[in-house]
Structures are given as structure tokens and as C-alpha cells.
């Protein structure tokens, strides 16, 4: 029998070893500090991994959808429809561009776009669809596809992820992934736009740095952003490229490990993971229904945290949070998704976590449920 955990447990620590410390020392010792060959270099391995022609290495995930949108000429008076379960960066691009974000209502089964829905949201101003793989489990694609508008898909969570068979990266007009510090490949910070379609690539390529010349004299051709890539976190990500399906075989094992320490708790639901997709396992999320298991997710989270197991939540509905209640003030509800932003609980899941880690959340889960339900 586990008892109480000794030392916290984290939520979702990188997974970084002396490899990367060492790739890191190589690149200062190199000189490139900023954008260089390894940004290239990890540009073309991501390529082949993503089965796309372009990959553009990028300073974040928020800078990957926000230039693909403008690569798009999303602007002023346009709306985007996307999904409310995300991190507001999503939303707040389309801000960005001067469009408006149009919140669809999720499933209830994955919490992904409800595909059911999406039409109803299109409107003769919708520029494009902006969903979300939430988690790591693919959107249904085919019917956001067949809706015939420019799709930028948000694949934070998705980066292994395949839909029906074939690899998120080309299969819309742009997908973005994050290099964040928690993200399954981890730079700490970092971004990626990968697209079949060469004129997205260009108007990328010339948005994400303001161009510089060879000597003296520089000129530019568009108002650009800087949002590239450095070579000391695109050194770090190349490692960690390597490391990818070693720490695909962790996360399986500690997903199976959940899916059975918590099966048959009454009231706490993994989400659906569509076994036609593979799912990236990004994040291991749970549903807690105060009314079956006991208590509320909140309290769930504060009797873990007494158990020193961190937790988060993933996510908040964002047409909810006060900027953007606020500024749409008129917004309908969404109940689908209003309900999970009261019930999802993510529970630590990280290559850097031993089995026994996980065993203990389990417990740790077990106790709390034994004790209120
Ligand atoms: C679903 C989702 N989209 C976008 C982002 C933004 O990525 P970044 O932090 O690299 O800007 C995140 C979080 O990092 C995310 O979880």
C-alpha cells in the first residue's frame, strides 16, 4: 500500500539529460547564438517527421498561429471560428490579426471542435477555422475540411499525433506546434508552422524576422515580426528529436497505468481516445463528476495537492475568462464545454517521471475518491 508521497511531485518536469547540456554548450561554443544552422537542420528533420514540405522554425506556438493566420490575410472584420477549450493564445492571435474569435462548442467525448456544430458558426465574414487537437487526440478533420474554408489547425498537443493514418503537418493550409518547456518536444520556448503550400512558407519566412542584409545596407519588403527561432533552443529541440519515441514508450506506459489505477472510480472519466487516430499523449485528462465521485474538481485538485501530487487544468473555457467575456459581452453560452471547464483535471504525465511516480498519483486519486464518494 502507497502512503503519502515524501517529496512533490511535479506536474510535467522537462525531460532533459545531459545531451541537451552538452548540445547547448557545443552551440554557445560555436558562436551561433541566434538563428543559424541548427535551426535549419532542425527545420528539415521536423519536415520528414511531420511528412510536410515546409517546417519554419519559430519563437512559440503563439507566434506559429499568429503568422499563419496573416499568412492567410486574416484581418480586420474577419471571424475565426475556434474552439473555447484551449489556452487563450489561440483566441488572442486572432485578436491579433484585428479578427474575431468565434467560440464553436466542443464534444463531449474528447472536448475537441464539435463538428456537428461548425456549421452553424460559419457566417459569409468567416476567414478560417482554427482547431484544437486537445491533448493529443485529433480533431475530426474531414468535416472541418469539407467545410471548404482556409483551416490553420493548433497542434500544441499533438506533435506525434496521426489522423486516420496520416501525420498532422500537412493536411491543412498551416499547422502550429509548440517547443514549449511542458510540450512533448521541449525547448523551453519555441514554435513551428508546418505547411504543404509554398506561398504560406514564403510570406512566413518573410514575416518572422525583419530582413537583414550581408553589409551595410538592409532593406525590407513587409513589416516584420521577430519571431524566430535561436540556435541554442533549436539545439536542445534536436536532442530531444531523438528522444521522441523512447519517451512515446514512457507516456503509453503511464497512460496505461492510469487507465487502469482509475478504472471503475465512479465519477472520474479519462477523456476519449479515438483508437482509429494515434494520440499523442500529450496529457492524461480526467473528468470529475462532483455528483458520482464525490466532491468537486477543485477539491480534488486541493486533496491532491495535500498529497504533494501537482496537478492542472486544461482548460478554463476561454470565451469565460474576463478579457474575453467583457469585450463579447453578448456571447451565447456553451454548455459543453462550460461543464468541462468545471470537471477536467490533468494529473502529472512526463517522461521524466517514473512508473512509480505514477503509481503514486493513482493512489493519491484512490484515497481522495475512497474518502468523499
Ligand atoms: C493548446 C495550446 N495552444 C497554443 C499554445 C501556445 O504555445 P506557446 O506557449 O509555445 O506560445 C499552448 C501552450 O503553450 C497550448 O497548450
Same mark, same amino acid.
Given at each position: #500500500?502507497?502512503?503519502? =508521497? /515524501?517529496?512533490?511531485?511535479?506536474?510535467?518536469?522537462?525531460?532533459?539529460?545531459? @545531451?541537451?547540456?552538452?548540445?547547448?554548450?557545443?552551440?554557445?561554443?560555436?558562436?551561433?547564438?541566434?538563428?543559424?544552422?541548427?535551426?535549419?537542420? $532542425?527545420?528539415?528533420?521536423?519536415?520528414?517527421?511531420?511528412?510536410?514540405?515546409?517546417?519554419?522554425?519559430?519563437?512559440?506556438?503563439?507566434?506559429? #498561429?499568429?503568422?499563419?493566420? &496573416?499568412?492567410?490575410?486574416?484581418?480586420?472584420?474577419?471571424?475565426?471560428?475556434?474552439?473555447?477549450?484551449?489556452?487563450?493564445?489561440?483566441?488572442?492571435?486572432?485578436?491579433?490579426?484585428? *479578427?474575431?474569435?468565434?467560440?464553436?462548442?466542443?464534444?463531449?467525448?474528447? $472536448?475537441?471542435? /464539435?463538428?456537428?456544430?461548425?456549421?452553424?458558426?460559419?457566417?459569409?465574414?468567416?476567414?478560417?477555422?482554427?482547431?484544437?487537437?486537445?491533448?493529443?487526440?485529433?480533431? /475530426?478533420?474531414?468535416?472541418?475540411?469539407?467545410?471548404?474554408?482556409?483551416?490553420?489547425?493548433?497542434?500544441?498537443?499533438?506533435?506525434?499525433?496521426?489522423?486516420?493514418? =496520416?501525420?498532422?503537418?500537412? $493536411?491543412?493550409?498551416?499547422?502550429?506546434?509548440? &517547443?514549449?518547456?511542458?510540450?512533448?518536444?521541449?525547448?523551453?520556448?519555441?514554435?513551428?508552422?508546418?505547411?504543404?503550400?509554398?506561398?504560406?512558407?514564403?510570406?512566413?519566412?518573410? #514575416?518572422?524576422?525583419?530582413?537583414?542584409?550581408?553589409?551595410?545596407?538592409? /532593406?525590407?519588403?513587409?513589416?516584420?515580426?521577430?519571431?524566430?527561432?535561436?540556435?541554442?533552443?533549436?539545439?536542445?529541440?534536436?536532442?530531444?528529436?531523438?528522444?521522441?519515441?523512447?519517451?512515446?514508450?514512457?507516456?503509453?506506459?503511464?497512460?496505461? $497505468?492510469?487507465?487502469?489505477?482509475?478504472?471503475?472510480?465512479?465519477?472520474?472519466?479519462?477523456?476519449?481516445?479515438?483508437?482509429?487516430?494515434?494520440?499523442?499523449?500529450? +496529457?492524461?485528462?480526467?473528468?470529475?463528476?462532483?455528483?458520482?465521485?464525490? *466532491?468537486?474538481?477543485?477539491?480534488?485538485?486541493?486533496?491532491?495537492?495535500? @498529497?504533494?501530487?501537482?496537478?492542472?487544468?486544461?482548460?478554463?473555457?476561454?470565451?469565460?475568462?474576463?478579457?474575453?467575456?467583457?469585450?463579447?459581452?453578448?456571447?451565447?453560452?456553451?454548455?459543453?464545454?462550460?461543464?468541462?471547464?468545471? @470537471?477536467?483535471?490533468? +494529473?502529472?504525465?512526463?517522461? *521524466?517521471?517514473?512508473?512509480?511516480?505514477?503509481?503514486?498519483?493513482?493512489?493519491?486519486?484512490?484515497?481522495?475518491?475512497?474518502?468523499?464518494?
Amino acid at each position: #500500500m502507497r502512503t503519502r =508521497r /515524501d517529496t512533490p511531485l511535479g506536474f510535467q518536469p522537462p525531460a532533459i539529460g545531459e @545531451e541537451e547540456v552538452a548540445a547547448v554548450a557545443e552551440t554557445l561554443r560555436s558562436g551561433w547564438l541566434t538563428t543559424g544552422p541548427r535551426a535549419a537542420l $532542425l527545420e528539415e528533420r521536423l519536415a520528414a517527421y511531420l511528412e510536410a514540405e515546409h517546417v519554419l522554425a519559430l519563437s512559440s506556438g503563439t507566434a506559429a #498561429m499568429h503568422l499563419a493566420l &496573416l499568412a492567410l490575410d486574416v484581418g480586420p472584420g474577419d471571424e475565426v471560428i475556434t474552439s473555447p477549450i484551449t489556452w487563450p493564445a489561440t483566441a488572442n492571435v486572432i485578436e491579433h490579426c484585428g *479578427a474575431t474569435p468565434v467560440f464553436c462548442d466542443v464534444r463531449d467525448s474528447d $472536448l475537441n471542435l /464539435d463538428p456537428a456544430l461548425l456549421a452553424t458558426a460559419v457566417t459569409e465574414r468567416t476567414r478560417a477555422i482554427l482547431p484544437v487537437h486537445l491533448a493529443g487526440q485529433p480533431c /475530426d478533420l474531414d468535416p472541418i475540411h469539407a467545410l471548404g474554408l482556409p483551416v490553420v489547425e493548433d497542434a500544441a498537443h499533438a506533435l506525434e499525433s496521426r489522423y486516420r493514418g =496520416r501525420k498532422l503537418g500537412g $493536411l491543412s493550409d498551416a499547422t502550429a506546434f509548440s &517547443l514549449y518547456a511542458t510540450k512533448n518536444l521541449a525547448a523551453g520556448e519555441g514554435g513551428l508552422v508546418a505547411t504543404n503550400r509554398d506561398d504560406v512558407a514564403e510570406r512566413i519566412r518573410g #514575416m518572422r524576422l525583419t530582413r537583414r542584409g550581408d553589409g551595410s545596407h538592409y /532593406d525590407q519588403v513587409t513589416a516584420g515580426f521577430k519571431a524566430n527561432l535561436s540556435d541554442v533552443l533549436a539545439a536542445i529541440a534536436l536532442v530531444q528529436l531523438e528522444k521522441l519515441e523512447a519517451h512515446t514508450a514512457i507516456r503509453e506506459r503511464q497512460v496505461a $497505468l492510469y487507465d487502469d489505477g482509475l478504472a471503475g472510480l465512479d465519477g472520474i472519466t479519462p477523456l476519449t481516445r479515438d483508437r482509429r487516430d494515434t494520440h499523442a499523449l500529450h +496529457l492524461y485528462v480526467v473528468r470529475i463528476d462532483a455528483a458520482r465521485a464525490g *466532491a468537486t474538481r477543485d477539491e480534488y485538485q486541493r486533496a491532491l495537492a495535500e @498529497e504533494r501530487i501537482a496537478t492542472s487544468i486544461h482548460f478554463l473555457p476561454v470565451h469565460r475568462l474576463t478579457w474575453f467575456r467583457e469585450r463579447y459581452p453578448d456571447q451565447p453560452r456553451l454548455p459543453v464545454a462550460e461543464r468541462a471547464g468545471d @470537471e477536467v483535471l490533468s +494529473l502529472p504525465l512526463s517522461p *521524466a517521471h517514473t512508473d512509480a511516480d505514477i503509481l503514486d498519483a493513482v493512489e493519491a486519486v484512490r484515497r481522495v475518491h475512497a474518502r468523499v464518494a
